[in-house]
T-cell receptor, first 110, second 114 residues
Framework: GQNIDQPTEMTATEGAIVQINCTYQTSGFNGLFWYQQHAGEAPTFLSYNVLDGLEEKGRFSSFLSRSKGYSYLLLKELQMKDSASYLCAVRDTDDYKLSFGAGTTVTVRA | DSGVTQTPKHLITATGQRVTLRCSPRSGDLSVYWYQQSLDQGLQFLIQYYNGEERAKGNILERFSAQQFPDLHSELNLSSLELGDSALYFC?????????????FGNGTRLTVT
């Protein structure tokens, strides 16, 4: 099984940077994903990490440390439309499912 | 648009009834996943199919069942419905089961049990 922890809520100002942390415990690690979900809508894929290090995609970056069971999603130059829930998800080697954390609700204020 | 189609978008039914939710995966995707999302909970994994076969099972109730058909579309059947089954049900698909295959989600079916 897996245990995935992320903060419940974060607030930041437009134009600022926010870092969302995710820690996980899993019997076998096979990749970590970040998704964005606006209220009442489908989650959309943001990033994928399987090796240690930083993956950059425009304003969004994701970092992984497998030895520490830790990842973060970095959102730069925040825009109002970035207000959403951000979900950390871990794939286990023991099975094929993708397990999600409870999500971090980010509110961007003007 | 993710390319994953779910029908219906909304469903309102009474306790004790049975409903079927339908999902068509993205073209070329062989894996289909079902998730339940309640207001007070995150995305809860229910079940996964790959090319017609069940691959992984989560906390799916015995009252719930699913299958994936030869044309790769999937159906989730919920029976003896209870008030607590009210939730958003998402279907997702991926190319395969490899570690780097992201899931692409449909827009969900909002089920309300009254």
């Amino acid at each position: 099984g897996q245990n995935i922890d992320q903060p419940t809520e974060m607030t930041a100002t437009e134009g600022a940077i926010v870092q969302i942390n995710c820690t996980y415990q899993t019997s076998g690690f096979n990749g970590l994903f970040w998704y964005q979900q606006h209220a009442g809508e489908a989650p959309t894929f943001l990033s994928y990490n399987v090796l240690d290090g930083l993956e950059e995609k425009g304003r969004f970056s994701s970092f992984l440390s497998r030895s520490k069971g830790y990842s973060y999603l970095l959102l730069k130059e925040l825009q109002m439309k970035d207000s959403a829930s951000y979900l950390c998800a871990v794939r286990d080697t023991d099975d094929y499912k993708l397990s999600f954390g409870a999500g971090t609700t980010v509110t961007v204020r003007a | 648009d993710s390319g994953v189609t779910q029908t219906p978008k909304h469903l309102i039914t009474a306790t004790g009834q049975r409903v079927t939710l339908r999902c068509s995966p993205r073209s070329g995707d062989l894996s289909v996943y079902w998730y339940q999302q309640s207001l007070d909970q995150g995305l809860q994994f229910l079940i996964q199919y790959y090319n017609g076969e069940e691959r992984a099972k989560g906390n799916i109730l015995e009252r719930f069942s699913a299958q994936q058909f030869p044309d790769l579309h999937s159906e989730l059947n919920l029976s003896s419905l209870e008030l607590g089954d009210s939730a958003l049900y998402f279907c997702a698909s991926s190319l395969g089961t490899g570690s780097n295959s992201p899931l692409h989600f449909g827009n969900g079916t909002r089920l309300t049990v009254t």
